[in-house]
DNA sequence: CAGTGAGCGAGCTTCCGCTTGACTT
């Protein structure tokens, strides 16, 4: 059956919803986002021919597009209905001159929400492809382009094969390196914060009041005159304010601020929360997850104020309409937000249950009325001092949105006790000092970003869109650049200095400083192209970067510039600069010296290797007279920008030779995976606990017999040159280095040579893996078993 | 997995933004 209209939009989802308004006349398909694109292979812009792009159909789409090459022929009328944005734009563009649509009977329409009225809105307002807005994105793909694809060869060559540059993601990882920077250079300071507890002077109505001065001592020494000044002197309440505040809740969600609270509530990272959010929104739970824009549809505003008043009453309602601020936003689609908005929450997984719930609070609390507050700030002064404690309380007086939503906040101040109900007081009441006591604290560095924080940073400086965040984020860690981490933290002394009934007690005390949880750390590599590119490509880099061409672009969208006049004048520099780039050597800090070794007077430096950073102790162009130089691999997270002398001639403790077991010497040394003991040939892994700077030859040998078990444990059958081995996925077949199945029906125990010989030739026997010469049978089973890996890795990424 | 760190130089890598699936171990 053959219908007489083909829409065509980009998501299959939406298409489904569109598909019901529309009737039985019109046909909805998608195109799946873009369908053709510059060429994979090659730049793709033709220089020479005014910057003429090269454009081919994608190689996953090729069967879109000849359905809708079908479809479109046999409809009469063909509606491109892509996002009405630059993107959008250019997609139906693209449709247009590859499915070869007749202009006559082909329209462009855009529709602001998916209801019935909108979309026949739309049909009845039809237009032409504006050639203004696909200019600019053409500029924009183009643009980029020749960043990414004249950049990274330059960091092939200079520094590792493989690398990328791009607009966005050097960006984001200068933001990560600069910031790393900043805590390197950070120089924490201490100061003691003075708080009291204070009771009213007679027992008639008894309280105790908590409060906090308000100066901040440098030194102990001020601190302890401080006390003992308190120790005879009177306190009274000097002022008693109170203020009324109010707050109003946060906008609905965007793709970042989703990612923001997701990561906070729940840990979720960046790409999680797109894919959960991308099942909610193919169950049709919720609207597209991929926006900009704060904005919700009068249909979502009419009905969250339905929701509200009957869940809450009607003092809780309070329209509102939100304007989206974010930089070079473009505003496509709705906010984030359930697509009914009576239902609080959902059917599915927990992790989907958890994310439309948030999705769904923050959606009714932007339309519920501000919470109203009354803050309360009370001064207390000291007899002959200038310094004065304050106490503050908060009362809500109306909780409003806050009945549904909290937001959370990045920085987890330490001290969030602002919100305590103060008791009955009035001024001139004379109070008496039940503790006074000051506690060091010290002052903190920047915070490292977290995956989420980065997107936050990144819509600021309106770098990269909502689809392309998370892609990004993995991006960069992927190239090496950045890595997610987790970091143990220090134990840190301070000193708390109390004072009860005009006695002074002076306490040592410890706490653990420092500790990170799924933080981005830059690599040696990424700091290294990151100051290669600031020195050569300053102006692509430069965090104002994308917003000076996004003005360019709306230039090309409303027909004040020529798109190929505003590629040309950023190509030509640029240009000049790739060419520079190329004479220089490699980049600085390659190398960096960080002293002598004490005990042997030989050179150590660091660098970056082959195969990543090392310590080098001793010079490799030396006379013959001296040995070779010794390598040492850095440990993880240690940063050639920062690692200390001590600490580089510490690697070379390592590996240490700790004993002796049944006349075999033990080694103690730290691999890739970690700690290790060398017996012989064999390697085993130290514990968790276990420091491979102390560990002791007896516990080494213990840690050898649990593995001697386990391997016991682990060969079932041995018939020399075959075996059969309890594995992590249970029993199978090892044979000249490969791995065969073993068939669930066959009975382990009753094996023999020759069944096992049977079961190999059935499943193909697989070419042998050579071992490493001189290795022992062991050893060649463990390599035998990583050809392997690598080898369906290979076939997979096919 | 647990070494290595130099060197011939084939052929490969790479961007940003739109969209979803497709494979198993």
Redesign the pocket.
């Known amino acids: 059956m053959q219908q007489d209209n083909l829409v065509i939009v ?5 298409a489904k919803t569109i598909e019901k308004f529309l009737g039985d006349k019109f046909l909805v398909k ?1 195109s ?3 369908i053709r ?2 060429v ?3 730049l793709g812009v033709d220089i020479e021919n005014n910057y003429k792009p090269e454009y081919e159909i ?1 190689e ?1 789409k090729h069967a879109v597009v000849k359905e809708l090459k079908k479809l479109s022929k046999e409809a009469k009328h063909v509606w491109l209905a892509s ?1 009405e ?3 959008g734009e250019a ?1 139906a563009w693209h449709l247009q001159e590859t499915l070869n649509l007749d202009k006559s009977k082909t329209n462009r329409i855009v529709f602001h929400e998916i209801t019935k009225n909108a979309i026949q809105n739309a049909i009845k307002n039809p237009r032409d492809i504006d050639n203004n807005i696909v200019d600019a994105q053409q500029a ?2 183009i643009l ?2 020749l ?3 004249e950049v ?2 330059i960091l ?1 060559k200079k520094v590792k ?10 960006v984001a990882v200068r933001l990560i390196v600069e910031r790393e920077r900043e805590i390197i250079g950070f120089k924490s300071e201490s100061f003691y914060k003075v708080c009291a507890i204070f009771n009213p002077d007679s027992a008639e109505n008894p309280f105790s009041l908590k409060s906090d001065l308000n100066v901040k001592f440098k030194t102990l020494k001020e601190t302890e005159e401080f006390l003992n000044h308190c120790k005879s002197a009177k306190f009274s309440i000097s002022g008693i304010e109170k203020k009324p505040a109010k707050k109003s809740p946060s906008p609905p969600f965007t793709t970042s601020t989703l990612q923001q609270e997701a990561s906070r509530k729940f840990g979720f990272s960046v790409g999680q929360t797109m894919s959960i959010a ?1 099942r909610l ?2 169950a049709g739970k919720i609207t ?1 997850m ?1 926006t900009d824009s704060t904005n919700l549809s009068s249909f979502a505003i009419d009905s969250a104020k339905n929701t509200i008043i009957n869940l809450y009453g009607t003092k809780y309602s309070n329209v509102r309409q939100y304007k989206t601020k974010s930089k070079g936003a ?1 505003e496509a689609h709705e906010a984030i937000r359930p697509t009914e908005l009576e239902n609080p929450s959902i059917s599915g997984t927990s992790q989907e249950k958890k994310l439309y719930e948030l999705i769904w609070k923050r959606t009714i609390a932007s339309q519920m009325s501000d919470a109203s507050l009354e803050k309360t700030v009370v001064t207390i002064s000291i007899s002959d001092s200038e310094y004065k404690f304050q106490a503050t309380g908060e009362i809500l007086l109306f909780d409003g949105f806050l009945k549904v939503y909290i937001e959370s906040s990045d920085d987890e101040t330490e001290d969030g006790d602002s919100g305590d109900l103060l008791p009955p007081l009035r001024e001139n009441q004379k109070l008496v000092y039940n503790e006074i006591s000051a506690t060091e604290r010290f002052t903190q560095h920047p915070a490292r970003y977290t995956e989420a924080s980065l997107v936050k940073k990144m819509e600021e400086l309106g ?6 965040y998370a ?2 984020v993995s ?1 960069i860690m992927q ?1 090496g650049y950045v890595t997610k981490e987790d970091r143990q933290g220090e134990q840190r002394e301070y000193f708390r200095v109390s004072m009860k009934k005009g006695i002074i007690k002076k306490e040592k005390k410890h706490e653990i400083t420092g500790t990170e949880k799924s933080k981005l750390f830059p690599s040696d590599i990424g700091m290294l192209v990151n100051d290669f590119l600031v020195e050569n490509f300053r102006k692509v880099v430069d965090y104002n970067f ?1 917003a000076n061409v996004e003005e360019q672009f709306d230039e090309i969208a409303s027909g004040e510039l020529e798109w190929t006049k505003m590629i040309d004048k950023f190509y030509k520099p640029f240009h000049i600069d790739i060419e520079k780039s190329k004479d220089t050597s490699r980049p600085a800090a390659s190398e960096k010296v960080l002293g002598v070794d004490p005990k042997t007077g030989k050179q150590v430096s660091v660098r970056i ?4 950073p ?1 310590a080098q102790l001793g010079v ?1 162009d030396d006379t013959q007279s001296e040995a070779k130089p010794m ?3 850095l440990k993880k997270g240690q940063l050639i920008e920062s690692i200390s002398l001590e600490e580089a001639l510490k690697l070379f403790d390592l ?1 240490r030779e700790i004993g002796k077991y049944e006349d075999t010497v033990l080694v103690v ?1 730290l ?4 700690p ?1 003991v ?1 017996f012989g040939k064999q ?3 130290l514990g968790k606990n276990d420091d491979p700077y102390t560990v002791t030859q007896e516990r080494a040998i213990e840690l050898i017999e649990e593995k001697r078990l386990k391997e016991k444990e682990k060969v079932i059958k041995n018939f020399e040159d075959v075996q059969v081995l309890n594995g992590r ?1 249970g029993p199978y077949i090892f044979f000249e280095g490969n791995n065969y199945k073993l068939p669930k029906d066959v009975d382990k125990d009753a094996l023999t040579r020759e069944k096992c010989m049977e079961l190999i030739e059935q499943q193909g026997v697989k070419p042998a893996k050579a071992s490493k010469s001189g290795k022992s049978d062991k ?1 060649a089973k ?2 035998g ?2 050809a392997k ?1 690598a080898v ?1 890795v290979k076939k ?1 990424k096919k």
Not at 10 to 14: D, H, Q, Y
């Open positions: 980009e998501s299959p989802a939406k998608s799946y986002g873009h694109d510059l994979k292979k090659g994608s996953d996002d944005d630059r993107e997609i924009r793909r980029d382009r960043v990414g694809f990274s060869p092939w094969p493989s690398l990328s540059a791009g607009r966005v993601q050097s991308q929104y193919e597209y991929r473009q770098i990269g869109r909502p689809s392309t892609p990004t991006t190239r994308t290797a082959r195969f990543g090392v490799s390598y040492a691999s590996p040394g691999g890739r995976f970690g290790y060398r390697f085993v892994s996925f050893s463990t390599t078993m990583t890996k369906s997979t």
